[in-house]
Every structure is written in structure tokens, then in C-alpha cells.
């Protein structure tokens, strides 16, 4: 059984009005609930439990992520549910549009295995915020960190799990008809990376996030600057399909090796006959024969969705097939 300490300790952030730039509401949570009025959130499914402002706010035990975006935390309701709580630092629609975005959103996420479900939402003067379901085993980032720090690495036949879901999770997407409602692509993530990716305990994934870009912009305080500075952005963030599959060839690429630095791609690409050989070690768990190929396979396709020509990317149904194809075809 994999264990993780996928959570951090609560701190502080900064909550963004709807024509605000800055304002911080408070540092503790408790005080938050000190002086706002209790709201109900509105749920997004049918018999969805009946959640407040005030509940899911008392209820935060611990942030399990943070970026531009806003912030992720975990909550533990009071009849013990778990859920997940994302709060937007800077919403770029107005509350009804906010609503009916959340809404149609909710509606796809939640008739999708593949998919993380959306539970209900709020969108208040001081808070605007989702609340969605809540995965043990954490994201694929931690995952895969928690292998590099020594702790219980994925397999390869687990790998291969996952990035069959989150293919699957994607083709979903792309598949959606119409493409656009009301200015909204209903046909692009826009944020596929790592810590987005969500663990089942069958080790299936489910995509997060879906349409979020649609709803808040990025704001850099000095602390997600600091983190900006010291790492680097290895996923495209246009809001394209083209981009879509490029995220998702970078995925698999920190699947197969931890490749974290588009610095290396050139390389990769320059020394992937000498890494088909075995002259170069590249993969950073062991494997051979079928293994081996089916990973070189599925190294090829990441390569081929992080060309530099997006016109020359492979539509994210082709490489479904191609992927379905190479694991049927291995066994």
C-alpha cells in the first residue's frame, strides 16, 4: 500500500474581490469567519449535502497546494466526508456568469469516470470558491515525489494505469459538443500538469481543474513569486488544445524519467536512438523486455506531443489509440 504526507500546514492567503487587485481578508481562518455572514453553498449535484461558508472554512485542516491561481485545501466535513476546497484569488467573471460556468462545468465533470466531480460552489463579495471531491492518495506529483525521496515508487504497470486515464480524461474534453457555450471552450483544459491529476486507490487518475482557467486569473504575491523564481515552467499555459497534448506529453516524459526542465528536450530528442539502445540510462525505475518496450513506445508518443510545430502534434484521440493499441498488443 503506497502512504503519503501529501498535505502541508496551514498558512496564510490573500482572497481577492471581484474588482480587487490586493486585500487580504485575514491570516487566520477563524477570523474569517468572525466577521462574514454564513452563506450556503450551491450544490452542484443532485442530494448533494447541504454545505456552508462557515463549515467548510472551520472544517480547512490543511493547504495541499497553492499557486497563482489560488489556493487548495482539504476539508473534513463534519460527518466525516472529505472533500477538496479551491479558493480563487482573482475571479475574471461576474457572480452569475461565475455560477453558470461552475455549473456547465460540474454537469460534464460529473458524468465522467475520468474527471474529478465538482460538489457545489460559492461566490461571495470576500470568497469565491469550489468545492470538489477529495482523492487520499493525492496528485501524480506526489506520487512521483514521494518515489524520489525514497518512499514507494509506481510501477510500471501502474504508470501505464494512469496515463491511460488521463488520456481517456482529455479525450473527454476535446470530444465536447458544442465547443464553445457563451464564450466558454467547453473543448480545452488549459491546465494539465502533475499536481493536477488526482489518484484513486486502484491507482486510475481523474483530471482536476477542468475549465478553472475560464474562471479566475493568476495573481503573484511574494510568495508564489519566490516559488516561480526557483522552479521551472515546463507546462504551456495557452488555452488550446495543441497545448493540452503538449501538457500531456510533459506529463508522461516526468512519468517515465522526471524530466522537470525543457532544457532537456533538445537532448532527449538527440539521444533517443542511444537511449532505445540501453547506452544511456533514462528511465528512473527498472524494467525490461515487454516493459521496456512499451515505455519507449510511450516515450516516442510524449516526444511527438512536445514537438515545437503544435500544427505537427497528433490530435489527443489519435494518441488514445495509439496508446490502447501499443498495451493491447504488448500483453
Not at 456568469?97 to 460529473?110: D, T, Y
Not at 528536450?265 to 537511449?275: A, H, R, T
Not at 516515450?299 to 497528433?314: D, G, M, Q, V
Request: net charge positive.
Amino acid at each position: 500500500m503506497l502512504s503519503r504526507a501529501f498535505t502541508k500546514p496551514k498558512r496564510s492567503f490573500k482572497e481577492y474581490g471581484e474588482n480587487s487587485r490586493s486585500g487580504s481578508i485575514s491570516k487566520y481562518d477563524d477570523c474569517i469567519v468572525g466577521f462574514i455572514d454564513d452563506l450556503p453553498l450551491i450544490p452542484c449535484e443532485n442530494n448533494g449535502p447541504s454545505l456552508s461558508l462557515k463549515e467548510v472554512l472551520r472544517t480547512s485542516v490543511s493547504v495541499m497546494g497553492e499557486n497563482a491561481r489560488g489556493l487548495t485545501e482539504k476539508v473534513v466535513l463534519s460527518n466525516a466526508r472529505l472533500c477538496t476546497l479551491k479558493r480563487f484569488r482573482k475571479v475574471i467573471v461576474r457572480k452569475s456568469e461565475f455560477g453558470r460556468r461552475v455549473e456547465k462545468l460540474a454537469q460534464i465533470c460529473n458524468n465522467c469516470d475520468y474527471l474529478v466531480p465538482i460538489t457545489a460552489y460559492l461566490y461571495a463579495k470576500r470568497i469565491k470558491l469550489v468545492v470538489s471531491d477529495y482523492y487520499p492518495m493525492g496528485s501524480l506529483a506526489d506520487l512521483l515525489s514521494g518515489g524520489r525521496r525514497g518512499q514507494t515508487a509506481l510501477n510500471w504497470n501502474e504508470r501505464v494505469i494512469i496515463i491511460e486515464s488521463i488520456a481517456r480524461a482529455i479525450s473527454f474534453i476535446h470530444g465536447q459538443s458544442p465547443e464553445t457555450v457563451k464564450n466558454m471552450k467547453m473543448n480545452v483544459h488549459g491546465n494539465i500538469k502533475s499536481s493536477n491529476i488526482m489518484i484513486n486507490i486502484d491507482l486510475t487518475a481523474r483530471l482536476s481543474d477542468y475549465g478553472f482557467v475560464q474562471l479566475a486569473d493568476c495573481v503573484e504575491d511574494c510568495d508564489t513569486k519566490e516559488k516561480h523564481a526557483t522552479t521551472h515552467n515546463i507546462y504551456c499555459e495557452n488555452l488550446s488544445q495543441k497545448s493540452d497534448v503538449f501538457n500531456f506529453g510533459m506529463v508522461l516524459l516526468d512519468m517515465l524519467a522526471g524530466v522537470q526542465d525543457l532544457s532537456y528536450m533538445d537532448c532527449i530528442v538527440k539521444l533517443e536512438e542511444s537511449i532505445k539502445q540501453g547506452d544511456i540510462p533514462f528511465f528512473e525505475f527498472h524494467m525490461k523486455g515487454k516493459e521496456r518496450k512499451q515505455a519507449l513506445k510511450v516515450l516516442e508518443i510524449a516526444l511527438a506531443c512536445t514537438s515545437s510545430l503544435p500544427e505537427t502534434r497528433s490530435s489527443i484521440h489519435q494518441i488514445l489509440f495509439d496508446l490502447t493499441h501499443l498495451l493491447k498488443t504488448s500483453k
